[in-house]
């Protein structure tokens, strides 16, 4: 199993709050990803990361932003939360194809 | 753009039986195809891959096979059991270490 994590695995907040979403590895992965997922549809990337100080927006335009300090740390950001957030925000990491995926943060807007 | 679809988006089967489960995908050039299966509440999870040289994979229970004349990849999952009811994604990789993933397909097993 991949030594992925992802935190929180929930979140409601309200809107106009600014939150992060966690995600770590421990496999020494140069790429991590942040995928968007509404419940029973595909995945859409909306950020990617080849490596340390390098990220760029995926296919899906999103409002999140990410960074990328440290090999094993991939957090995102919102810097004020809508209902139109709200979704399932995977993360992922690979050290070549293959993409290993964390549990999922579950996040609600009210 | 290049798209990866799914032909259907459930699969009933009975608990024993064989399942398959197909993916069309638009792009001749992608080189690596790759199936996860998604349980409710949890991230996807690899089954298998094939690169774009091979024609057939297998591994535990479950046998990728790919037809790049009509861009087809399929699953095959042998004696289907209760634990393999899930969401089925298959994702294809152009030159790219980014993946594009299809619609997933439901698979039921009816006990």
């Known amino acids: 199993e991949a030594d992925i994590y992802q935190t929180p695995r929930y979140l409601v907040i309200g809107t106009g709050k600014k939150i992060t979403l966690e995600c770590s590895q421990t496999?020494?992965?140069?790429?991590m990803y942040w995928y968007q997922q509404d419940p029973g549809m595909e995945l859409h990337l909306i950020h990617y990361?080849?490596?340390?100080?390098?990220?760029e927006k995926g296919d899906l335009s999103s409002e999140s932003t990410v960074s990328r300090i440290r090999t094993e740390h991939f957090p995102l950001t919102l810097e004020s939360a809508r209902p139109s957030h709200t979704s399932q925000y995977l993360c992922?990491?690979?050290?070549?194809?293959?993409?290993?995926f964390g549990p999922g943060t579950r996040l609600t807007v009210t | 753009g290049e798209s990866v679809g799914l032909h259907l988006p459930t699969l009933s089967v009975q608990e024993g039986d064989n399942s398959i489960i197909n993916c069309a995908y638009s792009?001749?050039?992608?080189?690596?195809f790759i199936w996860y299966k998604q349980e409710s509440g949890k991230g996807p999870q690899f089954i298998i891959d094939?690169?774009?040289?091979?024609d057939k994979r297998q591994g535990q229970r479950v046998t990728v096979l790919l037809n790049k004349t009509v861009k087809h990849l399929s699953l095959q999952i042998a004696a289907t059991q209760p634990g393999d009811s899930a969401v089925y994604f298959c994702?294809?990789?152009?030159?790219?270490?980014?993946?594009?993933f299809g619609k997933g397909i439901t698979l039921s097993v009816r006990p």
């Open positions: 992922a990491s690979s050290g070549g194809l293959r993409q290993y």
């Open positions: 994702a294809e990789n152009l030159y790219t270490s980014k993946l594009t």
């Open positions: 990361s080849y490596g340390v100080n390098s990220t």
């Open positions: 094939i690169r774009s040289n091979m």
């Open positions: 792009n001749s050039a992608s080189d690596y």
């Open positions: 496999m020494g992965h140069d790429k």
